[in-house]
């Protein structure tokens, strides 16, 4: 079982930037690929990124790419989310979690954090 627990949400202006850091429980969080969601108050979860177990590769939805990153630190099990040049759009509860499969799909994942709050102002 693996327990994540997602932290640096926060409050920032338009063109502001957050990291969110997902610190993982067990060792074998370096097995899993590493996803992270967000879901907006009356929408439905929506795919951020994901990276693989190494972190050597990752994609993106394209409403992010160019200014989100993802990356992963397995010897301090944890990944992050580097978010920059924010956008009130972007306002939402994001989730990072954990699947054994390279995946954009919410079903795929076996584990998940508690959420964290990332709010945009315009």
């Known amino acids: 079982q693996v327990q994540l627990v997602e932290s640096g949400g926060g409050l920032v202006q338009a063109g502001g930037s957050l990291r969110l850091s997902c610190a993982a429980s067990?060792?074998?969080?370096?097995?899993?690929?590493m996803g992270w969601f967000r879901q907006a108050p009356g929408k439905e979860r929506e795919f951020v990124a994901v990276c693989t177990w190494s972190g050597n590769s990752a994609y993106y939805v394209d409403s992010v790419k160019g200014r989100f990153t993802i990356s992963k630190d397995n010897g301090k099990n944890t990944v992050y989310l580097q978010m920059n040049s924010l956008k009130p759009e972007d306002t939402a509860v994001y989730y990072c979690a954990a699947s054994r499969f390279y995946s954009s799909t919410p079903s795929d994942y076996d584990y998940w954090g508690q959420g964290t709050q990332v709010t945009v102002s315009s």
């Open positions: 067990e060792r074998t969080f370096s097995i899993y690929h």
